[in-house]
């Protein structure tokens, strides 16, 4: 089956560490996202891009880079992680369509723990 | 500016009971809207999606969602709760561009 596949699952890591959580996808779609998710506040967006050369910040791009390698690859980096960056980190894709109406797919997602 | 208020974030029905999980959005223009579901240890993945055809849809799992332009609702419902709908919900709306906005999210229980 297509699909979204995230690495690793999960991680601990430690205050002013690089990190970089990856993301695959065999579903052949040009828009891919990144979003955190926190108890109580539902998912946030941190970047997205609608092909390789198309990369845009959301609304919480602070403390966070990425890479789109290739259509099927995009990375999330924390440069120096902090313990407020511990949260459950979502990949998705989406075709394009008409504008806003296409759903994303998700993938397993990576919890990661800053100490 | 667009928004979503999930009423409720945990919800607790017994099995066989009638399921209702409350949306509310706030959009200055006809909003696509979307209901998600994520169970333990997964990714979220869609149960219908809203996009100005038929108020009234119907999802995977025997879920549907009316929408009411009047009440700015996109409530959820289901007849019967069955053990495995057990999950979280998220209600999720978009106005036509890149952005999708998520609720907070609802988690619903259910007893046997």
Same mark, same amino acid.
Request: aromatic share 16%.
């Given at each position: 089956d297509a699909d979204v596949t995230q690495t690793p699952r999960n991680r601990i890591t430690k205050t002013g560490k690089r990190i970089m959580l990856e993301c695959s996808q065999t579903k052949g779609h040009d828009?891919? @996202?990144w979003y955190r998710q926190d108890p109580g506040l539902g998912l946030r967006l941190i970047y997205y891009s609608f092909d390789v050369k198309d990369i845009n910040k959301g609304e919480i791009s602070d403390g966070y880079s990425v890479s789109r390698q290739a259509q099927a690859k995009f990375s999330l980096s924390l440069e120096s992680a902090i313990p407020n960056q511990t949260a459950l980190y979502f990949c998705a894709t989406s075709v394009p369509g008409l504008a806003g109406a296409t759903e994303q797919f998700f993938g397993p997602g990576t919890r990661l723990t800053v100490l | 500016?667009?928004?979503?208020?999930q =009423?409720?974030?945990?919800?607790?029905?017994s099995e066989g009971a009638l399921v209702l999980l409350r949306c509310n959005y706030s /959009?200055?223009?006809?909003? @696509?809207l979307f209901w998600y579901v994520q169970y333990p240890n997964q990714g979220l993945q869609l149960l219908l999606k809203y996009t100005s055809a038929a108020t009234l849809v119907k999802g995977i799992n025997?879920?549907?969602?009316?929408?009411?332009? /009047?009440?700015?609702s996109f409530h =959820?419902?289901?007849p019967s709760a069955h053990m495995s709908d057990a999950?979280? @919900?998220?209600?999720a709306v978009n106005t036509g561009g890149f952005k999708t906005i998520f609720g907070a999210g609802t988690? =619903?229980?259910v007893k046997a």
């Open positions: 828009r891919m @996202y | 500016a667009q928004s979503v208020t =009423l409720g974030s945990h919800v607790s029905v /959009s200055s223009v006809p909003p @696509y025997g879920f549907e969602a009316e929408f009411k332009k /009047s009440e700015t =959820l419902t289901k999950a979280e @919900y998220f209600c988690r =619903l229980f």
